[in-house]
């Protein structure tokens, strides 16, 4: 599950300038065990692209079974939206 959380609405037609946003991910890696990863930047959508793109989360070194990685994954989830992060795009991975 992967998703992008942006304070306002971030189209072409209604915004021109660049955006910050996070991208939360909650990854299987093989059997039961998962990892999070969270990624900070600001998407410029004049050019297309993401820019200062960095990680601020990643439990790769210590994956954890489902139950933990979705619990950090809800809290992270959780946090953003009460700082105002609640324009959403979602994707499968």
């Known amino acids: ?19 910050e946003y996070y991208t939360l ?3 299987h890696l093989t059997g039961s065990f998962y990892i999070v990863t969270e990624h900070h930047g600001w998407w410029d959508n004049v050019d297309n692209k993401a820019r200062l793109k960095t990680t601020i ?11 933990e ?3 950090i994954y ?4 959780s946090y953003l939206v009460s700082q105002g992060f609640i324009h959403i ?5």
């Open 74 to 77: 809800d809290e992270q989830r």
């Open 57 to 67: 989360l990643n439990n790769a070194d210590e994956p954890t079974p489902e139950y």
């Open 1 to 19: 599950m992967v998703e992008t959380f942006y304070r306002i609405e971030v189209t072409e037609e209604k915004y021109t300038g660049s955006a």
């Open 25 to 27: 991910a909650l990854i």
């Open 69 to 71: 990685a979705r619990r």
């Open 89 to 93: 795009y979602e994707r499968a991975q």
